[in-house]
């Protein structure tokens, strides 16, 4: 029987927008929850790498050990390789992959990560299948996810209500679970894993220097990147209901009251040796 291939589409894509997000984020602020877990002779696959900063931390933080980023758009590799060039690490690589039939054999990895990666796939039972077989007995498989309808924010916005929607919406037609958080224990205990820690984490943004990010690239986000422009091909919204959301997003980004919560679920799950 042929191995389950991808077969949703990535809402965001790889716009700046988009980016200026991805590579911002750090082991320490997108993987805490696994780093404990970690020793110097470790070897790592850290799936949906994106441009590569959760990777090559993950690769400071094993240095007797190796990570190896995959990632199913061949494009955003070369930025992958390009920041762990920049550290001088020499103990990663790159490569595509897809994780519903990664090409690697059994008990290969001590540790297989993946961030804000199951809430875009296809089949995440079958991901998570996928990581837990690569994984060595003893091992661990790793993976924290955004709830989206658990965001929350103040001042109340219809705007933003509006962005929820829609993002949504978007998000589901393109074969995702936008409400991916909640879901993962239920997912992973699919998958045949038993021993689950189950956790949650949050990203807030308040200052006005975090507003203005944070607000600022969806607002972006919403009228430039793929997610722009799968909402209007996909019939979900116009360019002037886009508009208005984008600048929802700004008017939000100058209250001085302004505060925004991202809460994360977190899977820690331990292969049975």
Wanted: charged share 20%; net charge negative; proline share 5%.
């Amino acid at each position: 029987m042929p191995k389950a291939q991808e077969t949703a589409v990535y809402t965001h894509g790889h716009h700046e927008s988009v980016l200026r997000s991805h590579t911002w984020r750090t082991a320490a602020n997108s993987a805490a929850y696994l780093l404990g877990a970690l020793q110097p002779h470790m070897k790592i696959l850290d799936v949906g790498c994106g441009p590569g900063t959760i990777t090559a931390d993950l690769a400071a933080l094993v240095p007797d050990g190796h990570v190896t980023g995959v990632d199913f758009a061949p494009d955003i590799l070369d930025r992958a390789r390009a920041t762990a060039a920049e550290r001088g690490l020499t103990n990663v690589g790159f490569a595509v992959a897809d994780v519903h039939a990664l090409d690697f054999p059994d008990d290969t990895f001590c540790v297989v990560h993946a961030h804000q990666v199951l809430q875009h796939v296809g089949d995440p039972v079958q991901a998570l299948r996928e990581m837990r077989r690569v994984t060595k007995p003893g091992g661990f498989i790793a993976a924290r996810d955004s709830d989206y309808a658990a965001m929350t924010w103040y001042p109340a916005s219809p705007g933003l209500d509006d962005w929820l929607d829609l993002y949504r919406r978007v998000a589901r037609a393109n074969g995702g679970e936008p409400d991916a958080g909640r879901r993962l224990k239920s997912w992973a205990l699919q998958a045949g894993l038993t021993d689950i820690t189950a956790t949650s984490g949050t990203w807030t943004f308040s200052t006005p220097d975090e507003r203005e990010w944070w607000s600022g690239l969806w607002a972006d986000r919403t009228l430039a990147s793929a997610y722009a422009q799968r909402a209007t091909e996909g019939g979900h919204a116009s360019p002037e209901q886009l508009r208005a959301v984008s600048e929802a997003w700004r008017q939000w980004g100058k209250q001085d009251d302004g505060w925004f919560a991202v809460l994360h679920g977190e899977i820690l799950c331990r292969k049975e040796a």
